[in-house]
């Protein structure tokens, strides 16, 4: 691995100090410019998510993500991928959870990659004065999010309710 990484890089192989020179296929051909191919690199994916922090008497709401998906799982807050910048919080709060939110506030962006995709992930933050019937997910108490095994970014927005 710390060769890859360290002295046979794509761009600027350091062929003059390898201790593999010898063995080296590229090195005695002279081809060592052009090795390896790596090909043309896949372009980055902008996707843009909207969480939503749910607090009623000190607990919040997370859920756990579904097998067979990526961070099959691990836990999250609520959240809903979105179009554009123009995407609207508290209407999407109200398709998400059945009630309007009464206070709710942009509480974090993250910025987060997987693969290609470079993800954006706004959280806001909402109190409601009693919990909405029928959501899927838990209840916990905020002193044990740091319990849960949350997915990157979401772990991220679970260490902001932490401080």
């Known amino acids: 691995m710390e060769l890859g990484a360290l002295v046979c890089t794509p761009r600027s192989p350091q062929c003059l100090i390898c ?20 090909g043309e690199r896949t372009a ?6 909207m969480a939503f922090v749910v607090e009623h008497g000190g607990q919040v709401l997370v859920r756990q993500r579904p097998a067979g998906v990526v961070n099959a799982h691990l836990w999250e807050f609520p959240n809903v991928e979105h179009q554009g910048k123009d995407a609207d919080p508290k209407a999407i709060f109200k398709d998400l959870f059945k009630v309007k ?3 709710l506030r942009q509480l974090h962006v993250v910025k987060h990659s997987i693969t290609r995709y470079r993800i954006t992930l706004t959280a806001y933050h909402a109190s409601l004065p009693k919990r909405p019937a029928g959501l899927a997910g838990v209840w916990v108490e905020l002193d044990q999010l740091g319990d849960l095994a949350f997915a990157a970014a979401h772990k991220k927005l679970a ?3 932490l401080k």
């Open 19 to 38: 201790p593999v020179q010898t063995l080296c296929e590229a090195f005695r051909q002279g081809r060592t410019e052009e090795l390896p191919n790596l």
């Open 44 to 49: 980055s994916t902008a996707r843009e998510f």
């Open 101 to 103: 939110a009464p206070n």
């Open 159 to 161: 260490g902001t309710m």
